[in-house]
């Protein structure tokens, strides 16, 4: 029976998630990779009980993760929790649906309020859950009105299904359209979650930090070290078992001499602050005021104790700012 550690809120820090009562920890655990059914279930196990030990307490999924088999991360995350009931209360569990789930048009991308609904029972029941802490439309779907879709989300939270909603991949102007609906309906949607990251700063570009920020909403960040780049995994160039190695990312075309030299220009700065790469980047993405977590992933639970790591230096002179800006233009 796993006994979580007594010092598992010693050190990490909580924001708030936008202006909404609800805190996250600074770093949270994405179940996007290595949680599926071709994934090692101990190793699983020991990454979740490692990130809760260290304060870890939001654990992120979604509808579609466990490829090739759709729904066998939220599978196998129900099983490791089964046996952490006991700190059920203690955590943050989300999930999402949007993207292409099951035959048939009701379970293809979209937004609609019979896929949405029908994707939360399936998830619930797959994670042996009562509810959600956040339940998410995992893309904007362009072929649903936003009224609907925002209807089926508010529909979850009435129905006891999930205690929040939040959207992801929704630029600004995406964003403010459906956060008017919900401000109407009176639902508790508290947060974004975009991909961000010093090599992908479309946020900032879009203004969608900032519009959160003027209208209380959370960012919940993923993919903060740029699928691995922002790590010491490609400083001397591309091993055959990464991800690039392997051809399982549609960026690996980036990782050029010139990434190379980026790169480790950025790695010199992280030492110069006791840092590694990965610490670095994922403390540069928590500098912007507007985000409330960021959302790793990992393979390891060394992984996962590495990037925690980056709570212990969160700041950043000006200097160093300016330096990395001068390397990432």
């Not at 802490?133 to 995992?138: E, L, R, S, T």
Request: charged share 25%.
């Amino acid at each position: 029976m796993y006994s979580a550690s007594e010092k598992r809120y010693e050190k990490m820090p909580f924001r708030r998630c936008g202006r909404s009562g609800l805190k996250l920890p600074a770093v949270s655990l994405g179940l996007w990779q290595n949680f599926g059914n071709k994934g090692v279930y101990a190793n699983m196990e020991a990454m979740v009980h490692t990130a809760f030990d260290l304060g870890v307490t939001h654990f992120d999924l979604a509808n579609n993760y466990g490829n090739p088999y759709n729904g066998s991360a939220e599978e196998n995350f129900g099983r490791i929790l089964h046996d952490m009931r006991h700190y059920r209360d203690e955590m943050i569990i989300s999930t999402k649906a949007g993207y292409e789930m099951w035959p048939g048009p009701y379970g293809d991308r979209n937004g609609s309020r019979k896929y949405l609904t029908a994707s939360l029972d399936q998830s619930l029941k797959r994670l042996g859950l009562e509810y959600v802490d956040i339940y998410y439309h995992h893309i904007f779907d362009p072929n649903t009105p936003l009224e609907e879709t925002a209807l089926a989300l508010d529909n979850a939270v009435r129905q006891g299904k999930a205690l929040y909603v939040g959207i992801s991949n929704y630029g600004r102007e995406q964003t403010a359209e459906i956060l008017k609906i919900f401000k109407e309906m009176r639902t508790p949607f508290v947060v974004n979650q975009p991909s961000y990251s010093m090599l992908n700063r479309w946020i900032e570009d879009d203004s969608l930090d900032k519009f959160c920020i003027e209208n209380g909403i959370g960012l919940a960040v993923f993919s903060p070290l740029y699928q691995g780049f922002l790590t010491n995994k490609y400083l001397n160039g591309v091993p055959k078992d990464s991800r690039v190695g392997r051809g399982e990312t549609w960026i690996g075309n980036q990782l050029d001499e010139k990434m190379i030299t980026r790169l480790n220009r950025l790695n010199d700065i992280a030492k110069s602050r006791g840092q590694t790469l990965s610490q670095m980047a994922l403390a540069w993405v928590l500098h912007n005021e507007a985000v409330a977590t960021v959302l790793i992933g990992a393979s390891r639970p060394e992984q996962i104790a590495e990037n925690v790591g980056c709570i212990d230096h969160l700041n950043f002179t000006e200097e160093e700012i300016e330096s990395i800006e001068k390397i990432l233009k």
